[in-house]
């Protein structure tokens, strides 16, 4: 039984090998051993199949939890974020799982809470979109695996907010945009970010648009925590916005969020 489970991923590895992933220097294969284990390799085989990922290549990026890689979609390239299940921790999940009733009925084994994290990512993405922020768009969520619209040209990803060299327009036009985002997950999302800051959002360089990313966090307002989230996001905005000049109180940004809130539920 076991040599035949072993000739089976074999088999799909190397379809998946098929697929064109890409891993010839030592850095690639160190990483194919945390991420691209056998149940992994199971599911990028499984979205093949169904025509929604042609290529998986290089890296984009590295996160506690997930990597994620540059993928070739049937309409062009995409992000393939991979959450880690054999190698990941979901200690750091944990403030935001407690209290989220999107997880009221999820196992709390390791690979259940990471499936469920994966779709609401995914769900998360819809709602922010929907609401009118500008995330990466979602393709599709299976299991571990979350793909999504790649923001980028040419293969090379948009910088973060933090190694964007700003002028003081600049920096006003997206601290505006940032504070406009956070206001619409929270009065049409019914969402906090959780986790925003200068790491959790990229820039088009050409339009100096802001793009949040990392969504896997975010919860409902119905979280215990959600207000605590929510002022932190905006603490940690206008603390990088600081060095530009821009000196707004975070109370007053909550307020004015809250305020646009309750007037916007008494009109529904």
Do not use: C
């Not at 890296?59 to 540059?70: M, Q, R, W």
């Not at 793909?147 to 910088?159: S, V």
């Amino acid at each position: 039984m076991k040599k035949e489970v072993a000739k089976r991923v074999q088999r799909i590895d190397t379809k998946v090998d098929k697929m064109r992933m890409r891993r010839k220097d030592t850095n690639t294969l160190k990483v194919k051993e945390n991420v691209f284990d056998d149940a992994t390799l199971k599911i990028l085989y499984t979205v093949s199949n169904k025509g929604i990922l042609n290529a998986i290549g290089g890296s984009i990026s590295t996160g506690k939890e997930a990597n994620v890689f540059l993928g070739e979609g049937k309409d062009g390239d995409i992000a393939v974020k991979i959450y880690r299940i054999s190698s990941s921790t979901f200690r750091s999940m944990e403030e935001y799982i407690l209290g989220d009733p999107r997880f009221r009925n999820v196992r709390h084994a390791k690979k259940d809470i990471i499936f469920a994290w994966t779709k609401k990512e995914h769900r998360n993405l819809t709602r922010a979109k929907e609401a009118g922020v500008r995330v990466p768009e979602p393709v599709h969520a299976e299991r571990n695996v979350l793909m999504m619209e790649f923001l980028g040209e040419e293969g090379k990803a948009y910088p973060l907010l933090k190694d964007v060299n700003l002028d003081p327009e600049d920096a006003k036009l997206i601290f505006d945009t940032v504070i406009r985002y956070v206001e619409l997950l929270y009065v049409k999302a019914n969402l906090v970010h959780g986790d925003l800051s200068e790491y959790n959002i990229i820039v088009n360089p050409r339009t100096m648009e802001p793009i949040f990313i990392d969504m896997g966090q975010s919860v409902t307002l119905e979280h215990p925590k959600a207000r605590e989230f929510l002022m932190r996001d905006i603490e940690n905005i206008l603390r990088f916005f600081k060095r530009y000049g821009i000196k707004e109180q975070a109370e007053d940004i909550y307020s004015s969020m809250k305020e646009i809130k309750q007037k916007t539920n008494k009109l529904s």
